[in-house]
């Protein structure tokens, strides 16, 4: 009886211990807002004095458990998506097609002292479709779908990343990124699938030129790809220039001009990289078969990839709107790029606008844009993987306008369209959205064939 004494004993010190931090931090909030609500604290006040007790008591906390302060700080963040899909073709022989799928991201961050930040992010993948790669899962893409008779699906590294920040100052601030990262630039989809975690270095700094402005740099520079039979392996390098402005409580605007480049573009062939998308110009190469017939298959980019691209946006926030909760922006944004390496099909631009936000309680959100992305814009294998169109013809007429080897529906470059989003938040972690696409190709293979398409997904989000 005695040793079960002791068992009782250690696990209700454990227990308070574990809620300790909890309830210590509940109690100093509801003093906080109570000091807002009586006008002796303003917001931001609040705010900085939580930030400044969270780190003492943290300080205070790991002193006298003997734990490292990083373990006090740990935070774990995620997000499950679950989404039905549906392709609709006009083209006769495209077959509608209905899925159901699911994405699932699971991280970490430790702060190991004020500086120096680790993080990783474990994420679903697709794995009953990743035969073809070398290794790993698509890169542009969590998604999973439901198949294979409720199959055993896999988890994969989605970040691992360490953060530097030795420039803090009111003024200036500096932070490098080594591993595999979130995307360190600021641009649309059109340059880069929201998935696509690079791998490689970053660096971004900030200056406040004035209580209204603020302007930002952002530099990479990615592995795309380790050949062991090469020393020149492809990357990715690019830079970034972005001022952020609020004019007023009402009025803010954002602004930016990049340059994206990718060196040893030739050696990212189909066989060493993962060919997810199509509407890039290849090079081809032809098989002719024992009867006479022909196998033509796209192998590395024809064009090299310069970039340029500009964009702007501007949000103009009402007090209130009918239904929405807070604040109510109204935002207009475009985004132009041209390939200066290529002589043609090398543009893209899209222009939208934007009502609303949701993420929060009882928020929505009402978005429209049109985009145009021509075929040798950007490299096909980085772009947004919803956006696509039907190939109903496999090889071109001719090969040197090949953009697909194969037939069927393919996202990527050589399209344009219209995307309608709606989303609505009833909680805080939850969202609701459906999303159409509407889009056809550029360039087609054959004057008489028709590639519209129209693409319907439907999702739920929970947060954490």
Do not use: C
């Not at 006008?39 to 003997?66: H, P």
């Not at 549906?86 to 430790?110: E, I, K």
């Not at 009402?318 to 200066?340: Q, T, W």
């Amino acid at each position: 009886m005695q040793r079960y004494h002791w068992l009782r004993l250690v696990l209700g010190l454990g227990m308070i211990a574990a809620a300790w931090p909890a309830a210590r931090a509940q109690s100093a909030d509801a003093l906080i807002d109570k000091l807002v609500e009586k006008g002796i604290l303003t917001v931001k006040e609040a705010n900085d004095l939580r930030e400044e007790a969270d780190k003492d008591f943290t300080k205070a906390y790991a002193v006298k458990s003997g734990m490292p302060e990083w373990v006090t700080s740990l935070k774990l963040n995620g997000d499950l998506r679950g989404r039905f899909e549906g392709f609709y073709g006009d083209h006769p022989a495209f077959v509608d097609r209905n899925r159901w799928r699911y994405r699932l991201r699971f991280g970490a961050v430790a702060n190991l002292t004020d500086q120096i930040e680790v993080g990783l992010r474990l994420g679903s993948g697709d794995i009953d479709n990743a035969s073809s790669f070398v290794s790993g899962t698509d890169p542009i893409s969590n998604n999973q779908s439901f198949q294979n008779n409720a199959s055993k699906k896999g988890i994969f590294l989605d970040l691992a990343y360490g953060k530097w920040s030795p420039i803090r100052t009111p003024e200036l601030s500096g932070v490098f990124i080594g591993g595999k990262m979130e995307n360190p630039f600021t641009l649309s989809d059109m340059l880069f699938d929201s998935d696509y975690t690079p791998e490689g270095l970053a660096q971004q700094f900030g200056y406040t030129l004035s209580e209204q402005h603020t302007l930002r740099l952002n530099m990479g520079e990615f592995v795309l790809d380790e050949l062991g039979g090469d020393s020149d392996d492809p990357y990715l390098f690019g830079g970034q220039l972005r001022l952020e402005s609020v004019w007023n409580p009402k009025v803010s605007t954002s602004a930016g001009i990049g340059f994206l480049m990718i060196a040893n573009e030739d050696l990212l062939t189909s066989s060493a990289v993962p060919d997810i998308n199509a509407g890039n110009l290849r090079n081809t190469r032809v098989t002719v078969n024992p009867d006479g017939s022909r196998t033509v298959a796209l192998t590395s980019p024809r064009e090299r990839y310069e970039t340029l691209v500009v964009d702007a946006a501007l949000t103009y926030t009402l007090e209130s709107f009918p239904f929405h909760a807070g604040p109510f922006p109204i935002r207009v944004f475009g985004d132009y790029l041209r390939n200066l390496a290529s002589n043609g099909q090398n543009q893209g631009y899209q222009a939208g606008i934007a009502f609303g936000k949701s993420g929060k309680r009882r928020t929505w959100e009402l978005t429209y844009r049109y985009k145009v992305l021509e075929g040798d814009a950007w490299w096909e294998e980085l772009t947004d993987s919803d956006f696509g169109a039907y190939y109903a013809n496999s090889p071109a007429p001719t090969l040197d306008q090949a953009r697909s080897s194969r037939a069927g529906y393919w996202a990527g470059t050589n399209v344009r369209g219209h995307v309608l989003k709606a989303a609505y938040s009833p909680l805080d972690p939850l969202t609701f959205s459906v999303t159409w696409f509407a889009t056809d190709l550029i360039e087609e293979y054959r004057p008489d064939t028709d590639s519209q398409m129209n693409r319907i997904q439907v999702d739920a989000v929970l947060k954490f």
